[in-house]
């Protein structure tokens, strides 16, 4: 028999998703998946209702249905300061993981180098390899997550051809200050190098931090290729709608790329989600808000309960640190903590190139119920998970 393709032999398959399917083996509460258990905006479901009984049952246009894209670019281009023509600048995809795979397509070809900050969302190293590419890693320093520049530059020094950046930062919760965006950019614009983006936490920020469009410093809008999904915004991580926009001669190229992968994003789904695009200001406001009030309630909990754990800037995710039960496997204390527990985790060597074992990644996109169940299913972890 032929031998199957090499290119998946250095990663496995998705240890997050892998964590849910062991979550409900167990019944546990699921804190491994970033996806809510709270309903979207009402007015996306009732426009969802009314579009079952419309004619929106067949192919959108490829690149993205029009009004969509034109709600999309009124959209951004409030919150990215520059126009966005929905016309030229934007491409739909079905989810920003799509989205992700096609810009590294679009930029990169077989043999390059793409820069990528560890730790990191699974799905980045394993779309440079299959896109024929080599990562080059940099770490990322707690407990703010920094990098050193000089280590920054001597990646740079490789001539990659792209660097990705995750802002806000999934799984450390880091919000990249201007001042370090800016250095990215010099040296992007020093080395020739272009920048992909996954913006999806976006609007989930907390005081005093701002998230700052990378396309949007100066010089970087035509080198920028900008991920971004109403998943995360909306809570609708099932729809499945992603994006890129980028300057239009990019734009072209992925095109052809996000047609050949997918065809197209769901057009009835695209229909519906045009209401949540129209929200004013206050929507965001108040979203910021609810992740606030999220992030207090958990962190508070994980405080009493005098667990170790990290303090995130932006998107909705906390490490906590399990060293002192000892154990080499991260993985093993994951799927431990989940039948014994009750409590589901991913572990953090998922997101490290560093060698860690001893942070496992939990999130609070949660009802308020669910994460006092988690909690207190938590304060019983060291009666029922012992040192080794």
Known sequence: MPQLSTRTNSFTDSVIRRMTRIA?????????QGFPDFQPPQALLDRLAEVTKEDFNQYAITWGAQNFREALAEKQSRFMGRPIDPNGEIVVTCGSTEAMMAAMMTATNPGDKVVIFSPFYENYGADTILSGAEPIYVPLYPPEFNFKVD???AAFQQHPKALILCNPSNPCGKVFTRDELMIIADLAEKYDTFVITDEVYEHIVYEPYEHVYFASLPGMWERTISCSSLSKTYSITGWRLGYIIAPPHIIEAAKKVHDFL???AAAPLQEAAVAGLRFGDEYYQDLREKYTHKRELFLRGLDDLKIVHTNPQGAYYVLLDVSEFGYASDLEFCEV??????VAAVPGSSFFREDVNHLVRLHFAKKD????????????LRKKILPR
């Open 262 to 264: 997918t065809v197209g």
């Open 337 to 342: 903590m989940t039948r014994d527990v009750g």
């Open 151 to 153: 280590e920054l530059e």
């Open 369 to 380: 119920e669910t994460l006092n169940e988690a909690l207190n299913r938590l304060a019983d």
């Open 24 to 32: 409900l083996k167990y019944d546990s509460v699921n804190l491994s």
